[in-house]
């Protein structure tokens, strides 16, 4: 349904948007996600609250959208799965994009897997070269739970018309570096031309997204979504957390 195909794809975009990573001890963060009442094409969607939850520790990362699906990302191996956990299925993928494309191309794969896999490459490039962010520092401050946070201004175009603009509240209250979570939250992009220029825009942001709320227009319409982290704490992860689940199968194919 293209609703859901928007709504998928302002998930990885809000995702580039975050940029934290603790470096020596596993990190639980916990996000919502929530998404006004809006109609589309004659369609009303209701209001959707969903969770994200983050885990990060040495050289590993998992990122857990709702119940359905979870990526983990093993950069010590350079490779990330993505899992299904309705299916109980996992794919895997190096974390250069490029590279997951030459290895599908080159392997005995079904011209239809391959079509699938230049298919997504050629409209994974379209839309980073096409995207264009800007972000604007302000002097505004406010006190978010237990952080000082600063105002960050948020405008984004997209190919094909789509825009948005956020106001994103980032603190520095919380001591972080940025390489393991942008490399979870962007394994499905990185290693493609115009990325590099993301980058570099939203290095001008200082400090850790708290809050952020966004307003895009998709197809004439206006769509609210508003993030903000509900928990953050130092935890010791559930066993095998970073481990493909017993019982599931491996498939062929290319990231959604």
């Not at 942008?182 to 809050?211: P, R």
């Not at 066993?239 to 019982?247: A, Q, T, V």
Request: no cysteine; charged share 25%.
């Amino acid at each position: 349904m293209r609703t859901d195909r928007i709504r998928q794809t302002a998930w990885v975009l809000a995702l580039i948007f975050i940029s934290v990573s603790f470096a020596n001890a596993d990190t639980y963060i916990k996000q919502t996600r929530r998404t006004d009442p809006f109609t589309m094409m004659g369609q009303a969607q209701p209001e959707k609250i969903e969770t994200i939850v983050t885990w990060l520790g040495k050289d590993r990362a998992r990122i857990d959208s709702g119940q359905e699906t979870s990526m983990i990302v093993l950069s010590n191996k350079k490779l990330a799965y993505m899992l299904n956990h309705k299916d109980h299925t996992y794919m895997e993928m190096p974390l250069n994009m490029q590279e997951a494309v030459t290895a599908m191309t080159s392997k005995e794969e079904s011209e239809e897997a391959k079509r699938a896999a230049m298919m997504y490459q050629n409209m994974a490039q379209s839309m980073m070269q096409g995207m264009s962010i800007k972000v604007t520092p302000t002097s505004q401050t406010q006190k978010i739970k237990n952080w000082t946070a600063r105002k960050y201004q948020i405008e984004m175009s997209m190919p094909m018309g789509g825009a948005s603009k956020s106001d994103a509240w980032a603190t520095e209250d919380i001591k972080v570096d940025s390489s393991l979570y942008w490399m979870a939250a962007n394994a499905n992009m990185s290693g493609q031309k115009g990325f590099e220029k993301v980058t570099q825009e939203m290095q001008k942001i200082k400090g850790f997204i708290v809050l952020k709320e966004t307003r895009s227009q998709a197809m004439g319409t206006e769509i609210k979504t508003t993030e903000e982290v509900v928990e953050l704490a130092e935890k010791n992860p559930p066993s095998g957390l970073f481990d493909i689940p017993k019982g599931y199968s491996k498939t062929e194919g290319f990231m959604p």
